[in-house]
């Protein structure tokens, strides 16, 4: 299965911002920055890790096998230098504005896993809910 999602990913990102972004690199762009989120404490833990999991199968209709291999593609995607930047310029140039507001409502599902809400999560979500 991750290996069908790599393969539909390989054109996805590297649009020249003129051809639509494909649903699976939507999807991909969205998890990367909820794996962000998630690490922006220094920490990315099993809780996180389930409720990106749950968060994509909910807004994604995923089913929990590809959820899991969304997430462990987000993850890798994730290590690349600037890959924040990356999936950001991807959902503001990429996302139409109801799918950014979703993406806004994933990234505060996660940010508030634990009840509180990082200085730092408030900001990438400020950033990303101003482009709404």
């Known amino acids: 299965m991750l290996d069908k999602s790599r393969n539909a990913l390989k054109k996805g990102l590297t649009t020249s911002g003129s051809e639509p972004l494909s649903p699976a690199a939507k999807q991909l762009a ?16 099993e809780g996180e ?20 291999d969304l997430l462990a593609l987000a ?37 508030l896993v634990y009840g509180h809400l990082h200085l730092l999560d408030s900001t990438m979500i400020a950033i990303m809910a101003a482009d709404t």
């Not at 969205?30 to 833990?45: G, K, P, S």
């Open 30 to 45: 969205a998890a990367a920055l909820l794996v962000e989120a998630a690490r922006r404490d220094n920490e990315f833990t």
């Open 75 to 111: 993850e890798e995607r994730q290590k690349v230098p600037m890959g924040e930047s990356i999936f950001t310029r991807e959902v503001a140039q990429g996302f139409g504005p109801k799918e950014k507001e979703q993406v806004v409502q994933m990234l505060l599902e996660i940010a």
């Open 49 to 68: 890790r389930d409720a990106i999991k749950r968060v994509v199968i909910e807004h994604f209709s995923l089913s929990g096998e590809e959820a899991a």
